[in-house]
């Protein structure tokens, strides 16, 4: 996988994965979107390599996702705190979250998202914003440009 | 990364990665999407080595996102298409196609969905079933079983 070639290709869904398409990732940004933002609160929720996590931390870094920030001189400690766009993420993992339980669910009990000021569940769905129909039932077809 | 352990898990969003969490399969899904079925048209239009290929279509299949069918004895040829779970993947990918084009577009020219009813621009966005309220605007947290 060509990661340069995927960002600067037509496809919009290719620009996403290229900053984001593996499933580690993913995974640290869910992690980091429940406030984990040290190496090892990452490492012990995943159980994760220590040379994949740092590749995946610096990788989602340098994408824009994830912003290092030091917290600590001596010892030097950096966290990792997710940036604008990566917390414009979260929606779509909410997204996926569903598919999730639906597709591979198994009927266990699984995580869910709830609204901080509610308590509430919210249960993600993918609608089109101009006419408000659900995209699930929206027959479609992606479109290159010329 | 554990597939099996990833898939068995208690989070809703592993759950789904543990099917489609890799850069390829995405992309396959995507070309599905567009109308491709054969093992030359996705490998044509993803300049991906054929046995890469081959194991993620295997993968897809296993994971009930594509199934596979065969369409020709002599010479033995098979197409995959997608199933119910891989056609409800869609949504997410145009929610991570909005997303790609937001934080990695750099101003190019990218692929869009269109409806095929209206032939307009369909613009993905993720909200609250219940509530209605978009989801990149609702503070929210995961909440992972007991």
């Not at 290709?9 to 580690?24: F, H, K, N, P």
């Not at 390599?49 to 610096?58: D, F």
Request: glycine share 10%; with cysteine; net charge positive.
């Amino acid at each position: 996988m060509d990661i340069d070639k995927l960002s600067s290709g037509t496809c919009s869904i290719a620009r996403s994965l290229a900053l984001v398409g593996d499933t580690w990732s993913v995974l640290i940004l869910r992690d980091a979107s429940r406030g984990m933002t040290q190496f090892d609160q990452f490492r012990t929720s995943l159980g994760i390599a220590p040379n994949i996590l740092s590749r995946r931390l610096k990788g989602l870094t340098e994408a824009g996702v994830l912003e290092k920030r030091r917290y600590s001189e001596r010892p030097p400690r950096d966290e990792y705190v997710l940036t604008q766009a990566g917390r414009e993420f979260l929606p779509i993992m909410a997204a996926m979250g569903e598919w999730g339980r639906r597709h591979n669910g198994g009927g266990a009990k699984l995580s869910h998202l709830v609204a901080d000021e509610t308590g509430e569940r919210v249960s993600a769905v993918v609608i089109d914003e101009v006419t408000g129909r659900r995209l699930d039932q929206l027959p479609m077809r992606l479109v290159m440009p010329d």
